[in-house]
């Protein structure tokens, strides 16, 4: 479904749309289906998902009903930690594609 729309945005608003990352969010290491879900997306989308994943986690949950970002809501919780790490790794991955060009 996701590249269906991807299509759909290209053919109609944007040519060159392309998807550089996809990144797993609500991941409970615990729920065998959210184990499955990310296996089936690394291996139909290999490379471009992301390494982080970001967990279910109540204080990401909460920190809309502050009217707050979780980093600002809760920066020691793990949802603001794994969003550090994701920050870190979209950044890398960015330096490492503009190094290849």
């Known amino acids: ?9 290209r053919s109609t608003l944007n040519p060159n749309l392309s998807i550089h990352g996809i990144v797993m969010t609500m991941f409970d290491a615990r729920n065998n289906l959210s184990n499955q879900v990310v296996a089936d997306v ?3 989308m290999g490379s471009k998902v992301y390494d982080t994943m970001i967990p279910r986690n109540v204080r990401i949950s909460e920190a809309p009903s502050y009217g707050k970002p979780v980093l600002v809501y809760d920066l020691k919780c793990a ?5 550090l790490r994701l920050a870190t ?5 960015e330096r490492d594609i503009r190094a290849a060009h």
């Not at 479904?1 to 945005?9: D, G, I, N, Y």
Request: aromatic share 10%.
């Open 79 to 83: 949802g603001s930690e794994a969003y």
């Open 42 to 44: 690394r291996e139909f």
């Open 1 to 9: 479904q996701l590249l269906q729309t991807v299509e759909q945005v």
């Open 89 to 93: 790794e979209v950044i890398q991955r």
